[in-house]
């Protein structure tokens, strides 16, 4: 009896040990099967002379990444990346807040409205694409139809490198606001309501009550969002690329992204997979520092204004 | 690399404890296997064909099969020729997973004929002289190693708006205007201008590029030398001397209606008299068809400026990675003899590159009732048999074109350079390349 | 036993909620928004909606229509039957398209939300030695590109004899790491450490505790992560298009072979979109009120 009563103390003591192992285990085991391998692939690649169809040639250790660097094209789609990634995730991510705050609230039609807002997310790229083909051509688009109309002169969409950066951003909030919103309404709902109603009672307006109660409360899921949208923005590669049918980034590359350099190298005329895989690991590393700075950035804010709301 | 990789798979697997992946790790991929040795004609077997766009093929598999009963074929394909390259890149880099029979555009041999090994030689005597020299010579390589047979070709011709040729006082019979146009480019661009003087706002052709592609077409060198040294960009004079022609007719003479191919505004400019002539290989028929549809007055005529010239087509390869070789390469011929590719041009409109096949009435028959019921395709036989020169294009062919590609785009569709800026910044990018 | 001992507290705390939701009213914190929120909202709706009433509107007309008139009325034309027959009867496999893609997309969300769920929990609420240092390597795995890991996957795919198989489109997004920071954001705020402690001290087992407290709990956020990855897993067109080809395609797949042809007939290319997102919407009508019905209820446990 005794003994039995030590084999399930024991049992229980291992349930409580391994099992938070075993249930992030499938996570591991697959990114060791489909995951680990391509990275370590792309490193090996990295660091060899290596035509995509040719295959692997000598090991030139860093000369793709210090020929990547020397290139001005690498500094160009540098530009473009982080200029088109503040340009989308910043007003993406405040519009979003904001259209789950109104989701957020006791509408009629709840259904409606939600997957109304989440519509774009559905929409296949080839009708999005030509859809702002039309928007945004240069000679017969709708913009620069109603600028004309306006008696302003017509914008060089596709020339001017902020004008793109801008066009592609609206491509990229278009399809991307609505599904952050909804994954803030999710967060938003889950905001116990006595909360609210004790900033009510203590006479918070609805906009004091949105900074010092919604914000703060939702700060996981700021982070949350700001990360995958760091990381989805700065690997950016499907609307620029559709922006024009040619999908290279333009004659000066002045829309071209990292991911799209990444592209060219390899699949393009240069076929050098080397220095494509040497660029995929600096944007990696691009990647996790931006990521650490953004959730740095993220956690001091909203704890400042959680800080005030705890008063 | 490929034992590493499988340790490398190996080890995935036992840490996964997968079953699926350890009896996926005991097999073999068929791939991988050479089976050039299966003599046996009769053997049963399955090949696959992979083919994009549109070839043409889908009744000749059925035709092939009645009559060989011990071969299925299987047939692959993808929608563009873009997804279709990215396709085979993959699996020619990967090692395995390509078909028995790949299709390719002419625009990949440049990449693909750096590595002949890739693929089975389907050099056969009894095949000389199928197809048109120069369409055969651009997949042998140097030691008479044949990496493809053709299928179709994209002789060129000019189209035209003979209404508004009309307007602007010119003549509009197609032979009329071949005359008028006969001669070298610069014959092209006098006309243009003359034309621009008279249109009221009409421009001569569509895009500085495409205009630029169909004149470095007939250059022997244009980027490279024969033996696959490039030529230093800043000393390539004949290049320079195409870029300031065109850079001179389409800025400073207007004679380019400023769109780049394919784009919304250049779909736009066919509904609403933007230019009115354009380079006009055989395929782009369709495409002018279906982009005008409802305007009147499209034409072609028999002439192309500075003789002949192609654009695009593609061929048919065995690639080394498959199991059946001598059967695939008995097949890859069936399907580009004459007979077949005449039966793919009357299906899906492939143009055939095959010199017989020009002489075949139902190819010379055919007429186009949008083109002002033209002779299409006597009009493109006899373009055909005009290409003289196969310009050579070697490793770095594509990049080099590209910078200049790109810097007429600047002056003509962006407009936000001038002739001679944005010859330096092309100049900039070909050192930046690294090649020298 | 532990489930009898736990489903009674959320009973309670559900019964709390009720008695929440009447006080609110006195209060007036979810009394009825004013027209300007619904203007703005239906600002969005009417932007979101219109790229589907767009291609409707290609979809129903035809080739020659669509090239005279660049800037489509607004009232759609007849031929959307038409297009639409043209769309399943052509040679692409569109049935074996749309039942692999319905297998595809179903397992993928079933396995994603369940895996997810699991780490998610595991990660928010579970103490154990390196759970921060593992989830920072699992939102790293985020940041890897993309683009270069086509071709060693094809290798791999190939090791496994996989080429054209759907395990080769499924296995990879069987769980993601997107799924499993998600959730663990979610359960950080939405999951409160007594729930869990009442249930351990009743006497479950870790996964009954899993199973009866935080599955429910995550339910709002799963049924998102759910419809999230099913919309990827059914749109996602570059590496199915790779590894399954033609012969053997999901939907976008054979879908993109409307496009075989110089000239781009949109009315087609359209219709082959209007039928790709039909089954979407109908799952959206379907769970969509389930997913505000969970939103209400995560809203009620909180």
Known sequence: ?311 | MRAAIRNLAAVACVGALLTACSSGNGTTPDATQNGSASADPNEKVTLTVATFNEFGYEELFEEYMADNPNVTIEARKAATSNEARDNMNTRLAAGSGLADIEAIEIDWLTELMQYPDKFVDLADPELDGRWLDWKSAAVTTEDGKVIGYGTDIGPEAICYRADLFEKAGFPTDREEVADLLEGDWDTYFNVGKDFVAKSGGVAWFDSASATFQGMVNQVENPFENSDGTPIPLSENDEIKAIYDDIATAATDDNLSAGLAQWSEDWTNAFQTDKFATMLCPGWMLGVIEGNAQGVEGWDIANVFPGGGGNWGGSYLTVPEQGANHEQAKKLAAWLTAPEQQIKAFQAKGTFPSQVEALEDPALLDQTNAFFNDAPTGQILAERAKAIEVAPFKGPNYFALAQLVTDALNRLDVEGTDDAAGSWDKALEAYNALGLS | MSTQMSTPMIEQLAGKGAARAARRKLHGVDKRPGWLTYCALAAVVLISFYPIWFTILLASSNAGEIARNPIPSLIPAGEFLTNVTRVIESDIKFWTALANSIIVSTVTAISVVFFSTLAGYSFAKLRFRGSNGLLVFVIATMAVPTQLSIVPLFILMSELDWVGKLQAVIVPGMVTAFGVFWMTQYLREALPFELIEAARVDGASMIRTFWSVAMPAARPAAAMLALFTFVGSWTNFFWPFIILGSANPTLPVALQLLQASYFKDYSLIMAGVVVATLPLVILFAVAGRQLVAGIMQGAVKG
Do not use: C
Not at chain 1, 19 to 35: A, D, E, K, N
Not at chain 1, 38 to 55: E, F, K, M, N, R
């Open chain 1, 1 to 311: 009896m005794n003994q039995q009563l030590t084999r399930s103390q024991r049992l229980s003591r291992l349930d409580v040990k391994a099992s938070p192992y075993l249930y992030i285990s499938p996570f591991f085991i697959l990114f060791f099967i489909v995951g680990l391998f391509p990275l370590v692939y792309t490193a090996w690649v990295s660091v060899h002379d290596w035509h995509l169809i040719g295959g692997q040639g000598e090991m030139v250790g860093l000369t793709n990444y210090i020929d990547v660097l020397q290139q001005p094209n690498f500094f160009k789609a540098l530009r473009n990346t982080f200029s088109i990634f503040l340009l989308s995730s910043v007003p993406q991510v405040l519009a979003a807040i904001v259209i789950a705050y109104l989701l957020d609230t006791n509408l009629r039609a709840k259904t409606f409205w939600r997957m109304g807002v989440l519509l774009p997310y559905v929409v296949a790229p080839v009708a999005v694409s030509l859809i702002f083909a039309k928007i945004f051509a240069d000679q017969s688009g709708l913009v620069n139809a109603v600028l004309e109309i306006l008696g302003t002169s017509p914008i060089g969409w596709h020339a001017d490198p902020f004008a793109a950066h801008v066009a592609i951003a609206t491509m990229v909030n278009f399809r991307w606001t609505g599904y952050n919103a909804l994954i803030f309404l999710a967060a938003m709902q889950a905001i116990p309501r006595e909360i609210y109603e004790a900033a009510i009672i203590d006479g918070a307006n609805r906009w004091r009550t949105f900074f010092s109660v919604t914000v703060p409360m939702l700060r996981p899921t700021i982070i949350f969002v700001v990360i995958t949208s760091t990381i989805g923005g700065l690997q950016i590669f499907d609307e620029p690329r559709m922006f024009d049918t040619l999908g290279q980034g333009g004659a000066d590359r002045q829309w071209m992204t990292l991911t799209m350099y990444i592209y060219e190298l390899g699949w393009g005329a240069q076929k050098s997979f080397g220095r494509a895989a040497a660029v995929s690991w600096l944007l990696f590393l691009i990647i996790i520092a931006v990521g650490v700075i953004n959730f740095l950035i993220t956690r001091s804010i909203s704890s400042s204004s959680s800080g005030k709301a705890g008063r």
